[in-house]
């Protein structure tokens, strides 16, 4: 009986060492996954950038910071009425004459949108880059910053060449660096330095009362101009806009008005609507910046033009997103 015995022992030996063993493999591998939960409850969480600083890709006439989504498709339709100072009777402006744009633009990559329009001023197409370069992200980055250009060409007809001397001076570039900061769900500003060039100076012939000597008095080929724009959010789809141009270049002759407008914007997931009053009409950021007449206020130019204020128009914009 005894080799029984010992076989029983035996048995009963080797199970237990199974036994612990496999307690012993179970809570190592315990151990390591409740150590791995605690670093990673404990790991911190990468911060996200910051949302919906604008609704749309315009605030009034200017570009937000704002870039549309990978794979966004966007139709825009900008309208312009005429100038409110004649009054009662061209109905503020609303029967003179107007300015339209219809443009399109996608975002074919990340942080990039590319756009193309066609302005009936001057029949004037456009294209547009847009890219994202900072976002505003918490402990990161206090501020988003945005590049933004525009290339347009003038392409009214002129066979006896009296507006375009060159085909190069139909071109004129818009370059701008926008940046922004969310500071609450409700209240978002942006400052927009800007460089517009002109291949072409508009100017007159004048005498020089010194010498005698009748000489062309132009603009410069180079505006510098700035731009302030803030949006208050009053509900979760209306929005109050505010926005100044403010010209910095001086030239010798046609030196630009600045910019104020004013309005409301109503947002929807696709759509959002803009309803304003301002002072550009042109409806190109190279445009407006370096020709925009109108103006709030009255003032006298370095070369003694008297400039009359009070000259606003009423405007719109329209955008269609599909993402």
Request: aromatic share 14%; net charge positive.
């Amino acid at each position: 009986m005894k080799p029984k015995i010992n076989f029983a022992k035996r048995l009963l030996t080797a199970s237990a060492c199974l036994v612990s063993c496999i307690l012993t493999f179970e809570t190592a591998v315990y151990a390591q996954d409740t150590t791995a939960t605690t670093k990673e409850a404990e790991a911190p969480v990468k911060a996200k950038p910051v949302k919906n600083t604008f609704q749309s890709i315009w605030l009034i006439d200017n570009q937000s910071v704002m870039v549309p989504f990978k794979g966004t498709f966007e139709m825009d339709i900008q309208h312009r009425f005429g100038t409110v100072d004649k009054g009662y009777s061209d109905l503020w402006g609303l029967y003179a004459s107007s300015n339209i744009r219809i443009g399109v633009g996608y975002a074919p990559i990340n942080n990039l949108y590319l756009g193309i329009g066609l302005n009936k001023y001057d029949e004037l197409w456009d294209v547009s880059a847009k890219y994202a370069l900072i976002k505003q992200t918490p402990g990161e980055s206090p501020v988003s910053i945005t590049y933004y250009g525009d290339l347009s060409y003038d392409t009214r007809k002129d066979p006896t060449k009296d507006l375009f001397a060159h085909q190069s001076d139909r071109f004129l570039s818009f370059n701008q660096i926008i940046i922004a900061r969310k500071f609450s769900d409700k209240f978002s500003l942006q400052v927009a330095p800007s460089i517009t060039h002109q291949n072409a100076v508009n100017g007159y012939y004048t005498k020089n009362d010194s010498t005698g000597q009748t000489i062309f008095e132009e603009m410069k080929h180079d505006h510098f101009a700035v731009s302030v724009s803030g949006r208050y959010k009053l509900g979760d789809a209306t929005a109050v806009l505010v926005n100044y141009d403010q010209p910095i270049t001086k030239h010798a002759t046609n030196n630009p008005s600045p910019n104020l407008s004013f309005g409301f914007e109503f947002a929807t997931s696709g759509h959002t609507f803009q309803i304003f009053m301002g002072n550009y009409s042109l409806l190109n950021p190279g445009k407006n910046n370096l020709f925009n007449t109108n103006s709030a206020f009255n003032y006298t130019q370095a070369d003694g033009t008297k400039v009359k204020g009070g000259k606003f128009v009423i405007g719109f914009n329209i955008t269609r997103l599909w993402n």
